[in-house]
């Protein structure tokens, strides 16, 4: 067993301010004893599409370093929420920006990076128009990190409207899924915790949602917060409400062996 932390943090304009409130929320998961912690979705920037590019780095970028410097310091599995990134372009071509998260070890080593696959591009009458792909590329997969703690798989927001994304996760022997994301005030209070539970339920094993926090009246993308946890049964074992703030849950992977042995749908054998 072992504790998972999902920092909630605000929306900031400011990316050292991101990084304060980070690392602030980061160590009060330690202190409470979180080996494995994750950060929201495009922390390091306001939700603001005319952001994005500006705010986009490579991989030697300060965010990066970040991150790793949190991981080492505090010596655990830290999940990068996501950032902007910018690919390096080949000569003649045109640069890729992508939404993405970068993993990291407890020695600050980055052991995964996860490309969001599934781009938002929604168009809801009366509810939120929105086209992701105006601004980034997208990327091809699930990610799956191999860890002293076993493989934990990684997708970001979007990707949760994608079950075959989440069992081919748990074919690979994940017993956790970390998901930053920002979902908002249209889809959150329909869909959000209805997919958390289906996608833990699916495939039993616990699901992690970290979100930003709500901040409102800074752009017209309002986030609707609740960062969330859900065991293998389907059910609810941690969430928050929309204010910024940290979620604990404790991972059992003996309870995940339990549900699949008596519900054993995922068995090959049968």
Known sequence: MFTLGLCQIADYMDRDEAMES???????????????????????TPMMVKHYHDNAEDESGPSCEFMSDLA????????????????????????????TSYIYDPNGKRIGKHRKAHLFDIDIKDGITYKESDTFSAGDDITIVQTELGPI????CFDIR?????????????????????????????HWELMIRARALDNQLYFATCSKARTVGMNEYVIWGHSTVA????????????SEGLVLCDIDYDYVNQVRNEIPIGRSDL
Do not use: H
Request: charged letters at 20%; hydrophobic letters at 45%.
């Open 22 to 44: 980070a690392a602030r929320y980061v160590n009060k998961a330690v202190d409470a004893g979180a080996s494995v912690v994750s950060l929201p979705e495009l922390w390091n």
């Open 72 to 99: 080492r310091q505090n010596e655990i599995y830290l999940i990068g929420g996501s950032i902007p990134e910018v690919a390096s372009a080949k000569k003649g071509t045109i640069k890729k920006y992508y939404n």
């Open 153 to 156: 798989g990684v997708a970001v």
């Open 162 to 190: 994608f079950p075959e994304m989440f069992k081919k996760a748990a074919d690979a022997g994940c017993k956790l899924i970390v998901l930053p994301a920002a979902f908002n005030m249209t889809t959150g209070p329909a």
């Open 231 to 242: 065991n293998p049964y389907g059910a609810i074992s941690a969430k928050r409400d929309q």
